[in-house]
């Protein structure tokens, strides 16, 4: 069975503050996908990144950079200069590769970011 | 271009009562996947549709059924409601071919009385 842990309930920082939402995931499968959304007060999940197993590359995109290692089974999230429009609950995700569009998601509990001005 | 619209946005039942739930996925989507979020927890998956038929459930009892039209929109209907299912009730649409991340839409807000 796939399981995605976020031990962070809540993280509060200051404005321009780096901050790090961790992710350990457990699956038995030798190929899988990992995800970040984002989930702000409207509900809406908001799409961040996915990696592929095989790609252990780290990835950087503005502000935003991930941090893969199937050594530690970790994903990490990395918002470096925070601003408040962060603030909001992320969501580490694990999928199957399976049959094109077949997959379905297993998501942690979230992470409650708020960036304080 | 549309993303995914989910209706009604809030509803509020009570026990016993059955309840339906509707999607219109993103432009161009064939699949829709249903998830429940609880207050304070990760989506679950409840279940997903594509070419009208279910192709894919999660850990949810019979009482959860759903329907996908020849237009690619789906419904999520709940019977014999308890209080256990107030939740956000998300959609998620998909192109089946593609294998892209999913699409969602704001949720509808069940509360259950």
């Known amino acids: 069975a796939q399981k995605v842990t976020q031990a962070q309930t809540e993280i509060s920082v200051v404005e321009k503050e780096d901050v790090t939402l961790d992710c350990v995931y457990e699956?038995?499968?030798?190929?899988?996908?990992l995800f970040w959304y984002k989930q702000p007060p409207s509900g809406e999940l908001v799409f961040l990144i996915r990696r592929n197993s095989f790609d252990e590359q780290n990835e950087i995109s503005g502000r935003y950079s991930w941090n893969f290692q199937k050594s530690t089974s970790s994903f990490n999230f990395t918002i470096t200069a925070s601003q408040v429009v962060d603030s909001a609950v992320y969501f580490c995700?694990?999928?199957?590769?399976?049959?094109?569009?077949?997959?379905?998601?297993?998501f942690g509990k979230g992470t409650k970011l708020s960036v304080i001005p | 271009d549309a993303g995914v619209t989910q209706s009604p946005t809030h509803l509020i039942k009570t026990r016993g009562q059955q309840v339906t739930l509707r999607c219109s996925p993103k432009?161009?989507?064939?699949?829709v996947s249903w998830y429940q979020q609880a207050l304070g927890q990760g989506p679950q998956f409840i279940f997903q549709?594509?070419?009208?038929?279910?192709?894919q459930r999660g850990n949810f009892p019979d009482r959860f059924s759903g329907h996908q039209f020849p237009n690619y929109s789906s419904e999520l209907n709940v019977n014999a409601l308890l209080l256990g299912d107030s939740a956000l009730y998300l959609c998620?649409?998909?192109?089946?071919?593609?294998?892209?991340?999913?699409?969602f839409g704001d949720g509808t807000r069940l509360s259950i009385l």
């Open positions: 995700a694990l999928s199957e590769v399976s049959g094109a569009g077949s997959y379905q998601l297993t």
């Open positions: 432009s161009g989507h064939d699949t």
């Open positions: 998620a649409s998909s192109f089946f071919l593609s294998n892209q991340p999913q699409h």
């Open positions: 549709y594509y070419e009208e038929e279910e192709r």
């Open positions: 699956t038995r499968d030798t190929t899988y996908y």
